[in-house]
């Protein structure tokens, strides 16, 4: 272990350049994999948390029932070794892997799964308050969790789910230990134990989140000794560090800078499409936006092309609305908002409104935030040259959650905003549908309400027919996006560099970041 706290220190602090060559040497030490993430996780408690940047280290922490299959949205067995689901597809049974354990010592079985949902689902559970659990709406289908032996264990659902087994891949769906959050309450989160590749050794606020490799996990020993997540909030600061060989692997690169990278044979970059949308909430409720007509004016306004080409370099393409194009069986006709600043003049003349004056949060970065001062800062660019008075505060990221998460009425008229997803259900049910107010445990911090997108929506997470849910999602596109809740921007293409290396890394269409497979030079 000392060696262990004595690698990672070295890899958080070392590095030197080859005098007069120009050339990198990293000073990361071998088999100790040093990532520069965007910035501080919020939790290890995976109940708890919404940001991809924390799911990024808990995926390598933690298991879940099920995962995604390597490379695709497919789900495949993981702490479940098989399941049966009934006709009626409101009852699934699960049989779990024989003789796992938590990092803590104690035993995986069906108790320990019925206690992850319960604790996320029960109001009278008595370790209920060591939530709130933002995302346990994904798992509001579910009745009651029943332990038939000590390792089958059933899920009764009060309808049928179409995306149940997707949302238990989702690291909300992976289990915590028991034990340890019965030790530890509230400050589990902290101090987290669980069944994954790697275990948990420290957390120093703002420097570093060290986890080493579980020499006894199920799915055999990990490649790498120890990984290193540092927090590097600033995106010139992470790739200075990349490039001074301060980091070994650089999520969300810059667009500016990708195209360097990728001329350096000392690094290797890794770009994957997945289900991503960036998009600014618009408050429907109270302010300018809750004119439909104000807000159609805004998406005629901003020239979200040029957001694509310019500020992201081609990394991304126009979002039409709030379901990914990755989707590709949601058969939507769709076509992003032209960029008609004449139009956008019009229906703000027709709104009678001049001048609207608009607060805008944007974020310093984030999950999937791409460039979000430089895209807040063109986006107020635009609106201000069709007459919007916009007024930009900036926030850091976890900082902006806390005052975005709980709606934006009394605060702003808009807010930056982007989410990666697993089914197409995912964000539409919890930022657009009327019962997922901020208040109700929601984040439809736009507080749109429009009781047909309501009702196709429930209808849609029913089906057991995915031709039936691609119609029905479509139909979802449409009206959204002529009632413009959101100012919708971009659909991201995730990128991340490598040192030359580090081998066996690859990003996922899930956007998590699986390192049991890489191993480093």
Known sequence: ?????????????????????????????????????????????????????????????????????????????????????????????????????????????????KFNFDRMLKEDHPFYDTGPFPLSFNFASVD?????????????????????????????????????????????????????????????????????????????AAGLEAVVFRPITDANTRVAEMMAGGIDVMVEVPPDNLATFKQDAAFTVAEQAGPHVWFGILNTKSGPFAD??????????????TLVDNVLQGTATVAAGPIPPAFNWVESSVSPYAHDPEKAKALLAEAGVEKPEVTFYVTEGGSGMLDPVTMGAAIQADLQAVGFDVKIETYEWNTFLGRVNQGLDGQADMAEMAWMTNDPDTVPYLTLRSDAMPDQGGFNSGYYSNPEVDALLEKA????????????????????????????????????????????????????????????Q
Not at 292 to 305: E, M
């Open 461 to 520: 997470r029913t089906s057991t027919d995915q031709a039936e849910r691609g119609k029905l999602y479509a139909q979802v596109q449409e009206i959204v996006h002529d009632d413009a809740p959101w100012l919708f921007v971009a659909n991201w293409k995730q990128n991340a560099v490598t040192t030359a290396v580090v081998q066996g890394f690859k990003l996922q269409p899930s956007f998590l970041l699986n390192l049991h497979g890489v191993t480093k």
């Open 292 to 305: 439909k007509r104000v807000r159609q004016a805004a998406n005629y306004a901003v020239n979200k092309q």
């Open 144 to 220: 009651s969790v029943n332990v038939i032996d000590p390792l089958t264990v059933e899920f009764k659902l009060k309808e049928a789910f179409a995306p149940f087994l997707s949302n238990l891949a989702y690291p909300t769906g992976l289990i915590v230990s028991p034990a340890s959050v019965e030790q530890h309450g509230k400050d589990y989160g902290r101090n987290p134990s669980a069944t994954g590749p790697f275990k948990f050794v420290e957390w120093q606020s703002n420097q570093r989140v060290v986890i080493e490799a579980n020499p006894d996990y199920w799915g055999g």
């Open 1 to 113: 272990m000392k060696r262990l706290f004595r690698n990672a220190l070295a890899a958080v602090g070392l590095v030197s350049l080859l005098a007069g060559a120009g050339q990198v040497v990293a000073q990361t030490p071998p088999n100790v994999l040093v990532v520069g993430q965007i910035a501080e996780p919020k939790s290890l408690d995976p109940h708890t948390v919404t940001a991809t940047n924390d799911f990024r280290i808990l995926v390598n922490i933690y298991d879940g029932l099920v995962r995604f299959k390597d490379g695709t949205l497919e789900v495949e067995p993981a702490l479940a070794e098989s399941w049966d689901i009934s006709g009626d597809g409101k009852t699934y049974t699960f049989k779990l892997r024989e003789g796992v354990k938590f990092h803590d010592g104690s035993d995986f079985n069906a108790e320990a799964v």
